[in-house]
């Protein structure tokens, strides 16, 4: 299984949220830059990066954001990224610059036919839909809007459409640390033939194992590492 570290930018700065709430933001680095420089030096092989301003509807972060996947290209590390991603051609775009893999959300549930477009320019490979859900139903724009779209019936149609990957998160679940939402996340990793990333409530190293017990692909990790609640060397531990 893997685990990915996760940098979430927000006004220029690495902060992670409370419960996907905007306003909630706890900065841990006051340059992005600085945050990919110690992943770097950790030996990742792959980060996990969201610009929360372009989720919410600003392209403040788009420069900082180009240039931290051309570092991280030069290093080898690979880079997965996602937020305001709301067309096709700014997906197109990440992934000519460097980055490995785009996430796309908002988009995928209001033009779900983007994500077969996408998987036919570039390689299912290289797309990761993301299902943010809170109270049972699918939510966009940054979590600031709800829909009455079920998680587990929208992920079998987007596999169907081409998607690679989907990433499932818990909005209640993330920075909370009150645990993965396992029941959930087992029933979407079974509802869907795709493999399938889990997001929010990780504490510790239990909660690695019990995720990797019902099949989860991989976990995105953040305030837990910042945090200091889960130890650097479990990078080296879980494939």
């Known amino acids: 299984m893997e685990i990915i570290p996760a940098i979430d930018i927000s006004g220029g700065k690495c902060v992670r949220l409370f419960k996907g709430q905007k306003g909630t933001e706890k900065i841990y680095y006051e340059n992005p830059l600085d945050a990919l420089a110690f992943w770097i030096e950790q ?63 908002t988009l995928a549930i209001k033009q779900p036919k983007i994500i077969k477009q996408l998987a036919d320019k570039v390689g299912a490979a290289h797309i990761i839909v993301a299902l943010d859900y809170k109270e049972g139903k699918i939510s966009t724009h940054g979590w600031t809007q709800q829909t009455n779209k079920d998680p587990f019936t929208y992920g079998k149609k987007i596999a169907e459409l081409g998607a690679g990957y989907i990433l499932f998160s818990s909005v209640e679940a993330d920075g909370a640390f009150t645990g993965p939402d396992l029941k959930n996340i087992e029933k979407m990793v079974h509802s869907v033939d795709i493999p399938v990333y ?34 650097l060397s479990i990078l080296k531990k879980v494939k």
């Open 43 to 105: 030996g990742t092989q792959r980060l996990h990066f969201v610009d929360l301003d372009g989720a919410w509807g600003s392209d403040k972060n788009k420069k900082i954001l180009k240039n931290m996947i051309l570092k991280a290209k030069d290093s080898s590390l690979k880079i997965q990224i996602g937020g305001g991603i709301r067309t096709y051609e700014a997906a197109v775009e990440l992934i000519d610059i460097g980055a490995e893999r785009v996430i796309i959300g």
């Open 198 to 231: 889990a997001a929010g409530g990780v504490r510790n190293e239990e909660d690695i194992k019990n995720l990797e017990k019902i099949g989860t692909h991989g976990v995105v990790v953040g305030k837990a590492f910042y945090e200091k609640k889960l130890p």
